[in-house]
């Protein structure tokens, strides 16, 4: 039977905030957008805010709405990014496998761990209070068969809790708790289930007709496994990670066309450096665009794969140009890399001016991780159907 631990830093954001600034603690702490500003949303906000009905992904106008009398911060990503870091190497002590899903969630696969530690639950406490001890960080761990329910376990009692869910007892678990408990249920599948009289995980029980799951949740009966308690029961090696993505929302509503190009470009430019940091090439190339009105469509294509700014980016360039309707203002946009392969410099063994290429491309990402990413910048005009875009050099980082 398999061991899956998930642990969840426990509202991450606010967390590292307090150890800078301990006046900080017991308040309503929201981490985003300015709300003077009124757009963007919540990042993370502290559990004394979550009282007034915030929560992450809310809009910033909504949560100041909320909670005027909140202290609304804009953060600081690379401390984030840092404390994330150092949590995984706590973490790598102790798992023969991780799988970090996000900045501050991480899954660990401790099947057949059980003689080495020789309790679970022993053993998640020892990791939180280490986490607590060394890093200031308090964190919630969830313990089960599979994925799911360990993700669903580690939102059970938080803050720092943990909470084990025995083999065999994963659907009991489940009955009693909010459909929306279960991962991937976002609010256009609730509205559905709640109209079908479903508000529980036990309720699922009730969709008997396959074609009326697939109805309500996006074509794919995996719900269904999900609320019986059913999940992946193994993690994947790190290389088959899912995707790499960036976005950017934008300050205004923006229609200039060569601005957002100019920002899909430095986005561009962004993962294809996470991406040759990982010695991967990309087969899948994605955009994400959406506009004023918060209508959000997303297009990908498929390309020979490559970890090549300048092929990723006209790729990028032709997927938005094709779907960029000229009438009303972007909101963000972003682009995603998957269907990852790993590099191989003998596969270009017959053609040396790929080989020239791929090895400069990555003296500029070693460049680039020692001394800054705005060290080295391309420039560059591309064509795409018959129009030209202007050499720009793009600078600065966006999340």
């Not at 631990?5 to 967390?15: K, P």
């Not at 669903?152 to 909470?163: L, Q, R």
């Not at 090895?359 to 420039?379: E, H, N, P, W």
Request: charged share 25%; net charge positive.
């Amino acid at each position: 039977m398999s061991t899956i631990f998930h642990l969840d830093l426990d509202a991450f954001f606010v967390s590292v905030e307090r150890l800078f600034d301990p006046s900080l603690e017991g308040k309503p702490v929201i981490v985003g957008a300015n709300p003077k500003k009124g757009r963007g949303v919540v990042a993370a906000c502290s559990y004394e805010a979550r009282k007034y009905g915030l929560h992450s992904a809310m809009p910033i106008r909504k949560a100041y709405e909320l909670c005027p009398h909140g202290i609304y911060i804009g953060g600081h990503h690379k401390e984030y990014t840092r404390f994330s870091k150092a949590v995984k190497r706590i973490l790598e002590k102790y798992a023969p496998m991780i799988q970090q899903s996000s900045v501050d969630e991480f899954f660990m696969d401790f099947t057949g761990c059980l003689h080495i530690y020789g309790s679970f639950q022993l053993l998640a406490a020892k990791i939180q209070k280490e986490i607590k001890h060394t890093l200031g960080l308090p964190c919630s761990i969830g313990i089960a068969s599979n994925k799911t329910v360990a993700k669903v376990a580690s939102d059970f009692n938080k803050p720092e809790g943990i909470t084990y869910v025995m083999p065999g007892m994963e659907k009991e678990f489940l009955a009693p708790l909010p459909i929306q408990a279960i991962p991937g249920v976002g609010k256009s599948t609730l509205k559905k289930l709640n109209a079908k009289g479903i508000y529980k995980v036990g309720d699922v029980k009730n969709l008997l007709n396959v074609n009326s799951v697939r109805e309500l949740y996006k074509n794919d009966i995996s719900l269904v496994n999900k609320a019986n308690g059913k999940g992946k029961d193994h993690l994947l090696p790190p290389q088959y990670r899912k995707s790499i993505s960036k976005e950017r929302t934008f300050g205004r509503d923006v229609k200039e066309r060569h601005i957002i190009e100019e920002i899909l470009f430095k986005l561009t430019s962004q993962v294809c450096q996470l991406v040759r940091d990982k010695n991967w090439q990309a087969s899948t190339v994605s955009i994400k665009l959406r506009y004023a009105n918060f209508h959000t469509i997303t297009r990908s294509k498929t390309i020979k794969p490559s970890d090549d700014d300048k092929e990723i980016y006209k790729a990028a360039l032709k997927l938005f140009r094709k779907n960029y309707n000229n009438v009303d203002g972007v909101r963000l946009i972003g682009i995603r890399l998957n269907n990852f392969s790993e590099y191989n410099e003998q596969q270009y063994l017959f053609d040396f001016e790929e080989v020239k290429k791929g090895r400069l491309l990555r003296a500029v990402t070693k460049i680039r991780d020692r001394y800054g990413y705005s060290t080295v910048q391309f420039g560059r005009i591309e064509k795409v159907d018959n129009i030209h875009t202007n050499p720009f050099h793009p600078e600065g980082k966006f999340m």
